[in-house]
């Protein structure tokens, strides 16, 4: 039986990429060869690496804008590097909302003066600070849109006379915002669109060619943009299988077409979360993420019974992070309404029966 997967990541994708990318690793595009052994260079990858682009621009709104966009290995974790490898010349501001935004600002201090404007560790990562003040003098300004392990979730954006730079790894694709607003986005592709092994990278090219250090080809955003996105072997399924997914998200609208969906599979399991007596959520409310729902039992007794229920139900990945416990509900775009009654029932059925 399929399971209702609320793994963060690797993640849930939609069922028919799950197909597509099964055939192409059998005959890719009746090739009579595999996805898994083309060479990237051939004409027939080129064009999936082109359409990748592509598709990560439009459903931005980004096309035709001054940005570029670019698939690299590494992950998320290697752009903690690579953004202040480009971009840091003296100081940099960072906006420190929990585990991946700590993470970030730590590679940041191997290249110059890191300003953390604000920071929610005080009361655990549980809310998005506000009201902080950027340094007129510092290169660029960066943000975790979604915070993956603690819920929260940035529902609006400081205007910044610099450089805008935002970790969006596991939010991108699932929520409507004006993206010319920021200058660099990058995103781990296995939150939201695609299997893990590449991260995607929109950069506005003119923020490039600032800082004085000379900068090792792999790290270097312009070398990978003069050779788009091919200066060495990509990950060449990851990067099929992501186009797949911003293909079937197209099809689906866009990000204008998932984004109700999204919001809906987040007011029911909230609305539960609020409704039930059994459950408290962990985030501030009015800075919780729709993607990443954590709560926990009030009462831990309780927990064994629960866990078994959902497991039972054909729930899987419903664990909380290993840093925090408790629960989280992974909802990326790919997850039905129908996933999350599941869960919603057995949440009731556990107050039922408790
Ligand atoms: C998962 C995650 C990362 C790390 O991604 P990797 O691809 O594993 O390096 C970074 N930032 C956020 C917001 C994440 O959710």
Redesign the pocket.
């Known amino acids: 039986m399929k399971k209702h997967n609320y793994s963060?990541?690797p993640c849930i994708l939609p069922q028919e990429v799950f197909e597509q990318a099964s055939q192409a690793v059998l005959d890719f595009n009746q090739s009579g060869l595999s996805i898994l052994e083309i060479s990237h260079r051939s004409k027939e990858f080129v064009e999936v690496m082109e359409e990748a682009r592509q598709l990560a621009l439009e459903l931005l709104g980004l096309e035709n804008k001054g940005y570029k966009a670019l698939f690299l290995q590494?992950?998320?974790?290697?752009q903690f590097l690579m953004v202040p490898y480009n971009l840091l010349q003296n100081k940099a501001a960072y906006l420190n909302t929990g585990t991946?935004s700590t993470?970030a600002i730590k590679e940041g201090k191997f290249f110059g003066e890191v300003v953390e404007v604000g920071s929610s560790a005080d009361k655990d990562f549980r809310y998005i600070p506000t009201g902080y003040e950027i340094p007129q003098d510092a290169d660029y300004f960066h943000c975790?849109s979604?915070?993956?392990?603690y819920g929260t979730q940035m529902k609006s954006f400081p205007e910044v006379s610099q450089p805008l730079v935002c970790?969006m790894?596991?939010d991108i694709f699932s929520r409507q915002l004006d993206f010319s607003k920021f200058d660099l986005i990058y995103a781990?592709a296995?939150?939201n669109m695609g299997p893990?092994g590449t991260?995607l990278v929109v950069i506005k090219e003119d923020i490039l060619g600032k800082v004085t250090r000379s900068i090792p080809s792999m790290m270097d955003y312009q070398v990978h943009l003069n050779k788009a996105s091919m200066f060495n072997t990509p990950a060449v399924f990851a990067v099929y299988v992501s186009m797949l997914t911003m293909r079937w998200l197209k099809n689906k609208g866009g990000i204008a077409g998932i984004e109700p969906l999204n919001q809906k599979k987040a007011d029911l399991l909230y609305g539960e979360i609020d409704r039930s007596e059994l459950f408290q959520g962990y985030a501030r409310k009015e800075d919780r993420s729709n993607m990443n729902a954590t709560f926990s039992l009030k009462d831990d007794s309780l927990k064994e019974r629960f866990d078994s229920m959902w497991n039972e139900a054909g729930v899987n990945g419903l664990n909380g992070h290993r840093s925090l416990g408790g629960y989280r509900a992974s909802m990326y775009n790919a997850m039905n309404l129908e996933s999350v009654q599941v869960l919603v029932e057995v949440m009731q059925e556990l107050e039922r029966r408790a």
Do not use: L, P, R
């Open positions: 963060a990541g590494g992950g998320a974790s290697m991946w993470k975790t979604n915070n993956t392990i970790d790894s596991s781990g296995q939150k893990a991260a």
